[in-house]
């Protein structure tokens, strides 16, 4: 263990010199955008073993999901680095409203850093209250609503009039999402997203037999 610390110190200390300018999250250069529209934008964010992000700013309402296990640091602006472990599938929602945040994040693990960030831009529909799916959720407040899925229950089940859904699949092979009236189907692998539109009736097909992780942020 003392080994182990010595070796994250040692390596947060001999991190080349970054530049300390900052700039916006969608700007930085592993913050890569892969999907944005009216409601959303998915920053899509690779870090390679000893590699180090920019500084960059969070002011967004923001939810984060993590892909990996990964050891990584983090410094906050003016403040030392800190080091946790990051475990695939854990997730949180920060508004960012009064809190904007400066940091750059290192990566201390021998494995890649796969996270991604996803910006809620707009609402989808205040005047029309929605109310949660009957699946897990996560977490709910007055932007969105987080679910999770961990096995085939959901199979085959028709979801409609609900808001904008960024589908990400954490755990698992591949998922497919059909739609309801079209019957064409979307695949959905381990590591990708997959967007549905609002009002759209779906479904999803899920093998009985394979153990899965699918996140679900719906924004209201």
Not at 96 to 103: G, K, S
Not at 121 to 130: D, E, F, H, T, V
Not at 155 to 165: K, N
Not at 178 to 192: C, F, Q, R, V
Request: aromatic share 10%.
């Amino acid at each position: 263990m003392i080994k182990r610390k010595f070796i994250i110190l040692h390596f947060l200390i001999a991190i080349p010199l970054i530049t300390i300018a900052q700039v916006q999250v969608k700007l930085e250069p592993r913050h890569k955008n892969v999907f944005e529209n009216t409601y959303l934008r998915l920053l899509d964010v690779h870090i390679a073993p000893r590699d180090t992000t920019m500084f960059h700013i969070h002011s967004t309402p923001s939810f984060f999901l993590i892909f990996t296990n990964t050891l990584v640091g983090v410094q906050k602006k003016g403040l030392d680095w800190t080091t946790s472990q990051n475990v695939a599938g854990e997730s949180w929602y920060q508004s960012f409203l009064n809190d904007t945040l400066i940091h750059r994040v290192t990566n201390c693990d021998t494995v890649p850093f796969h996270v991604t960030d996803m910006e809620i831009l707009a609402p989808y529909n205040k005047s029309r209250p929605i109310k949660p799916m009957p699946i897990e959720v996560l977490f709910e407040n007055e932007n969105v609503i987080a679910y999770s899925v961990r096995d085939s229950s959901i199979d085959q089940t028709v979801f409609s009039e609900r808001g904008p859904i960024m589908a990400q699949l954490v755990e698992g092979d591949k998922i497919f999402v059909h739609d309801e009236k079209t019957n064409k189907a979307e695949e959905l692998k381990m590591g990708s997203y997959l967007y549905v539109k609002p009002e759209r009736s779906f479904y999803f097909t899920v093998p009985a037999d394979q153990k899965i992780n699918l996140i679900l942020l719906e924004i209201k």
